[in-house]
T-cell receptor, first 111, second 113 residues
Framework: KNQVEQSPQSLIILEGKNCTLQ??????????LRWYKQDTGRGPVSLTI???SENTKSNGRYTATLDADTKQSSLHITASQLSDSASYIC??????????WGAGTKLIIKP | SQTIHQWPATLVQPVGSPLSLECTVE??????LYWYRQAAGRGLQLLFY??????ISSEVPQNLSASRPQDRQFILSSKKLLLSDSGFYLC????????????FGEGSRLTVL
């Protein structure tokens, strides 16, 4: 069964600290993996996409990694800011265009 | 540039009343269109998607329906709302034929009382 599991479910860190969010998937055949950021009460916005051949990709303070062998991805946030408070959702696309969504990690940045 | 508009942003409706949520996309032609529902602490649930005018695929059996009367207009409807229909509804679009990015509207918060 195609599944995407994210951990932790929620996370609270102090402003300026780093954090890493995890995404494990069992999706086959794999096409790509995206990380979305969703502010409270808003629609998700794409942060980055990882294809099978990519191991690391950065977007500003966000760095995503992908290990296609272990079927794991992570999203690392450096020097967190208050505006990083949001839910971060991992989505895996199968080659038949099916999207499998994780439940998200709710990140709270405290001053 | 492309934009997506979704309304109303907030809706409070009694059980048994009808529903109509609208979504329009500007700046692109022949997009894939989607309706998702998001429950608290859960992943996005795909309700309907459309690859063209009048072409609707339903993913989850329920008392909701969708229509695409124009290329860039997508409507989510119900004849009689249930309590379980409460949630956050999101409209999205993507480029045809790709496994690419979804672009979401701002969402509609529906509360059924």
């Amino acid at each position: 069964k195609n599944q995407v599991e994210q951990s932790p479910q929620s996370l609270i860190i102090l402003e300026g600290k780093n954090c890493t969010l995890q995404c494990n998937y069992t999706v086959s055949p794999f096409s790509n993996l995206r990380w979305y950021k969703q502010d409270t009460g808003r629609g998700p916005v794409s942060l980055t996409i990882m294809t099978f051949s990519e191991n690391t990709k950065s977007n500003g303070r966000y760095t995503a990694t992908l290990d296609a062998d272990t079927k794991q991805s992570s999203l690392h946030i450096t020097a967190s800011q208050l505006s990083d408070s949001a839910s971060y959702i991992c989505v895996v696309s199968a080659r038949n265009y099916q999207l499998i969504w994780g439940a998200g990690t709710k990140l709270i940045i405290k001053p | 540039s492309q934009t997506i508009h979704q309304w109303p942003a907030t809706l409070v409706q009694p059980v048994g009343s009808p529903l109509s949520l609208e979504c329009t996309v500007e700046g692109t032609s022949n997009p894939n269109l989607y309706w998702y529902r998001q429950a608290a602490g859960r992943g996005l649930q795909l309700l309907f998607y459309s690859v063209g005018i009048g072409q609707i695929s339903s993913e989850v059996p329920q008392n909701l329906s969708a229509s695409r009367p124009q290329d860039r207009q997508f409507i989510l409807s119900s004849k009689k709302l249930l309590l379980s229909d409460s949630g956050f509804y999101l409209c999205a679009w993507s480029v045809q034929g790709s496994t690419g990015e979804l672009f979401f509207g701002e969402g509609s918060r529906l509360t059924v009382l």
